[in-house]
């Protein structure tokens, strides 16, 4: 087997790192030659499906899965002028990220401190300060309470009391991070170790965005994102779709902490043993997934990177969000854009919308039937299995 070292080879620019490339593509081709799935499981698992259905158990997840770990707010281009604001997607969770006059970027829970209306609704165009539009209280980009109205209404009220929240934000590699905790702080190094080094060779601050989707899906926000970490359903749920794109279900998987890498070898992917190593490029032979803990699945095609992310509302109902990120060089013109129009309907709506969600909407909907009290994953399952025991760990784990 070929190892890096052996090869003289300049990293490419916009890919992740050359070696780690080259791992995944070894793994992927030692899988191809045994025709065997990666085993991630030494025996099979029993999930119990109450995981799906018991409000006490979304009720923990919400107090600690939700509130640790720092969330992609979006994509820089969304906000790269003074005044540009980003909003959440999530009502039990709104923030407002604003690039403020300096260039900064500022994160604030999007609540008023008067009696909590949100203070951006969305229309405006851009921001130079916030102004609730319940009473028109006023503040500056940095979350000062600048201005009451009627004040004399509220004598002695002490103005640095009723600043809004702020949230931590970090802008890495074309990312928006916040965290939803506000006081705590954003370590991306330790949160993603060397899943950020790859995220950060993607080029994604050279991307633009195409189009983002919400809307709420009638299932469970895990049994949503389970649908992304096996390969074992790919050539019987997707036989006429995603099947004809990918060789066999051949998956290499990488964990770091709670975060999953996927790689799925491409119908292409036998080439890669006639093609010179340093030539090697992952995503000329096969797409890459993250599992961002807890709730980002972040997709790396050839041509676009999708990033899909799952709220919950109730045990059985999610908001989902799908953003589509392109390199404008790539799809110009109006035959480029009718192309890019083409991947993101195929993706979304047929794909992920129509096949793998309509099954995870069957599923939620037949929990109650009790047919079954556990679901059984196979050793090919064992990142679902992994995924469950992240969650438990976190929900169990007391807050310090
Ligand atoms: S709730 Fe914002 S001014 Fe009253
Ligand atoms: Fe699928």
Redesign the pocket.
Known sequence: MLTFSEVGHEQEENAMRYETQVDILQTLITLHQQQRDQKMLGEVVKVPVSHYTDSDILAQEMSTVFRRYPIIAGHVSSVSRPGDYLLSDWGKFPYVVVRDQTGELRAFLNI?R????R?VSGNEKCLKVFV?P????VYDLDGSLKHV?KAYNFPELDFRQYNLMELPVVERGGLIWIHPTPGSSIDLDAYLGPIGDDLDHFGINELVRYRKTKVVKHANWKLLIMTYLEGYHVPYLHRHTLSKSFHKGIIAHYEYGPHIRLAAARTNFPDVLRTAIHNWSILSFASVYYLLFPNTFFIMHPDYVSINTFYPEDTDRTIWTHEMLYRESDFQDEKGQKALANRFSYTNDTVFDQEDFAVAEHVQAGLSSGANEFHTLGLNEGLLAMFERSIDDVRSRVEG
Request: net charge positive; aromatic share 16%; charged share 10%.
């Open positions: 008023c008067h009696r909590g209306a203070v609730c319940f009473h028109g209280w109205t």
